[in-house]
């Protein structure tokens, strides 16, 4: 499915003409295989399990509706998102609420739509839930997210199960927050979460972490009388930086979790929970590739050869942020022997915004080519902006040589849209 000319059946330069560039384009052949491993390694696999998209990563209402049709979860992170959902009909009660400052008006609006599980990650939200619940005559279902003290090896700012990170009860509050949760009337505690960070690409921190929290389990259930029906793992499953390495299987992750999940549980005399997953990149990451149309090509003597593109940081701040890696092939020269090397950068006014270094191109690359950058699927959309007044670029969805637009260029009206003068020239 991934040359470069051809994506999910679609030909690229065809997309291009008719759309514009940048584009996002996005595989539904890719998201639905990702799904149906999920389905037939996870879900059909260990009883009772749940599997929630994050929408964190990827979220359109296209993406809501074909998530929704997949048969997964939904997790999301902000009213907007919820919002989102809300819009797509997707169905409340397989929605997981997230965040570490969650507004009151997002709880509300949570609690009266009835959202399946919301995921405490502080005490105060905790008497919040408890205060708003019964105005809205429900008892809001909740897990606790517990920092389990693990560090994965991902990049610093996307790591979150270590001891100091922003997210999650520290472990030694976490009794007392259950004995809490307890004794409050609106509240139903189900079970506790962790998520360890993302773009994870060992499964051992996972094991880890059960480790961790079935002791936690253990000591919950003799001191304070508590049997976890649930588990939620969070998502962080990490795919192929680049290149053409394939990304790990689901079950690379979830199989090792599982097993020590049971014989800890076994060995501890803990009833099993159920358990669920939150992937993001997982599904979403390597179904998207970004198009973009090549401009000026700046040779350095001694130095760099730069590849400019029509995009950049504003559509993918992935680079910028996290030295992230990215592959890259020019459109319809796939075949050609590559001899240069090449710089490809973005148009904001940055001398950060790179996108890919040390890219191998054909020698005859020039303006007006297309470059097809891969796996960028999950965290481009969703983490773009107007740097430099940029409209964000469409998103294309494509499965077996058909197109459907999702989402609309914006135009510079568009970016203009809420402004208002203050002055009378
Ligand atoms: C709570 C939670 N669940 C799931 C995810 C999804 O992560 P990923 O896209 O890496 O699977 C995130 C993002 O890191 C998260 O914060
Ligand atoms: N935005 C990050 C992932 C963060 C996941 C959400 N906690 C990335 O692009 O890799």
Redesign the pocket.
Known sequence: MRTSLYFDGCNLRDLASKYGTPLYVVSKSIIKDRCREIRGGFLDHYANSRAYY?G??FLTIAMCSLIKKEGLGLDVVSGGELHLALKANFPTANIVFHGNNKLRQEIETAIDRGVGRIVVDWEGELDLINEIAPSKGRRASVLLRVTPEVEALT?K??Q?GHRGSKFGIPLERVPYLVEKSLSMEHIALKGLHF?L???IEDHRPYVQAIDVVTELMANLQSDKSFILEELDIGGGFGIAAHGDASSKPLSYFVDPVMERLRARCSAFGLPLPSVAIEP??WIVGEAGITLYTIGAIKEIAGSTTYVSVDGGMADNP?PA??G?KYDAEVVGKEGLPKDRIVTVAGRCCESGDILIENLPVPDDIKPGDLLAVFNTG??NYS?ASNYNMLPRPAVVFVENGKDFLAVERETYDDLLAKQRSICDD
């Open positions: 994050a964190k990563a990049h700012y996307i979150t998520h960070g993302s773009q993001g990149r992935r942020l996290y992230a999950a965290y983490m």
